[in-house]
């Protein structure tokens, strides 16, 4: 009877075991078959069109670089990522598509982090300073190789930070300026969106949330620099405040993982950045300087009122990273020929991902009102 009884067991094993074997190759194979679907979709087949991944010499390092567009006459985009230090290079199949029959978008990963990171492992100084003089570089490469004297730059969230910095020393380089998710004063729009939370915390009746996010909020406001931070309080008290203020548009984590590993563009170094990244503390340690930047020093409020360069900010109604109602308190004091503010309905802090159409349709429609020239004297190379 026992060896019976151990020989269904086996039995059953065995064929779990096949059963599981064909789900992971039925993933796979899955996985494989939308890359390849998305790398034809996403494929630049235009005669003047770029489609290029590439390293060039920034800062005495070589820094990755994506480029692409269906006219290498047209306008540049420069976009600026967002962290510091978290690159999202592999979907811009996802997300930009619509904007590269009119644009060629240049997405640069920073150096300490993503593909730069790999490439020069050890040695990067990450420093806001040393952060704008790459930048600079960067656009200087991009206004010479495609022979224009601005270009546009676009960031997202720590990306602003940068951008609106350079605008600030450089705008003479600068034909318009978007931020997306706009960094305002970083610190403030935490406690504000832990604030807001404390409020529908309390309208539900959960006293002890409401306790523990208060505590949170006066931590914070007593925290001067990096060193003081209470990583796990932080964290906790974000977790906390996005489950009542997030919202349904927002893409999930497991739709963002999915068009991650069906992008075309998603390699190793990609994966094992990412990872990394995901830890707070990982970021934290790498990005110490630029993190304590970014919390304790950058408040826009600190920079020009007034701009000869078109300024647009993009918000989802629902960012609680970077709060739009604090966005349009800067927005109503800045001074521009041309500045516009653009809020996506049911969108958080990446309403690029969150409603890629209508995103791309509000980038297209304000720097059509810019009149930025197409080219210059000098040809694309």
């Given at each position: 009877m026992k060896r019976i009884f151990l020989k269904k067991v086996k039995k059953k094993?065995?064929?779990?075991?096949?059963?599981?074997?064909?789900?992971?190759?039925?993933?796979f194979l899955t996985g494989v078959f939308f890359r390849i679907?998305?790398?034809?979709?996403?494929?630049?087949?235009?005669?003047?069109?770029?489609?290029?991944?590439?390293?060039?010499?920034?800062?005495?390092?070589?820094?990755?670089?994506?480029?692409?567009?269906?006219?290498?006459?047209?306008?540049?985009?420069?976009?600026?990522?967002?962290?510091?230090?978290?690159?999202?290079t592999y979907l811009t199949y996802y997300y930009q598509i619509a904007l590269e029959k009119d644009y060629t978008i240049v997405c640069w990963e920073q150096r300490g982090c993503g593909r730069t990171f790999y490439k020069n492992k050890g040695g990067n100084n990450l420093t806001i300073e040393q952060l704008l003089a790459d930048t600079d570089e960067v656009i200087d490469y991009l206004r010479e190789r495609f022979g224009k004297d601005k270009i546009i730059i676009m960031g997202q969230s720590w990306g602003t930070v940068l951008g609106m910095e350079y605008i600030n020393t450089h705008p003479e380089k600068v034909a318009a300026y978007i931020g997306v998710g706009q960094v305002t004063d970083f610190l403030q729009g935490k406690i504000y969106a832990a604030e807001n939370a404390v409020q529908m915390a309390s309208e539900n009746g959960n006293k002890e949330e409401v306790e523990f996010l208060e505590r949170c909020i006066e931590q914070l406001s007593e925290t001067k620099n990096i060193e003081q931070l209470d990583v796990k309080s932080l964290e906790e008290m974000i977790i906390t405040s996005i489950k009542y203020l997030k919202c349904d548009g927002e893409m999930s984590g497991t739709k963002q993982i999915f068009t991650a590993i069906t992008s075309p563009e998603m390699s190793w170094n990609d994966a094992k950045w990412f990872l990394f990244a995901s830890d707070t503390q990982n970021i934290i340690t790498s990005q110490n300087n630029l993190v304590n930047y970014m919390y304790f020093q950058f408040d826009v409020m600190d920079l020009n009122k007034k701009y000869e360069t078109p300024i647009c900010f993009i918000q989802g109604d629902s960012d609680w990273i970077t709060p739009t109602s604090l966005v349009n308190d800067y927005y109503e004091t800045i001074v521009s020929d041309k500045k516009e503010i653009i809020t996506i309905n049911n969108a958080g802090h990446t309403p690029f991902l969150d409603n890629p159409e209508q995103f791309c349709e509000e980038v297209k429609v304000f720097l059509s009102e810019c009149e930025i020239r197409t080219y210059t004297s000098k040809l694309a190379r």
């Open positions: 094993m065995l064929m779990l075991f096949f059963i599981l074997c064909a789900i992971i190759l039925l993933i679907y998305n790398s034809l979709e996403s494929k630049i087949d235009a005669d003047l069109g770029i489609q290029e991944n590439t390293y060039v010499t920034i800062g005495g390092i070589e820094q990755y670089l994506q480029i692409r567009g269906e006219n290498k006459n047209n306008p540049v985009i420069l976009w600026l990522h967002g962290g510091p230090g978290f690159p999202l």
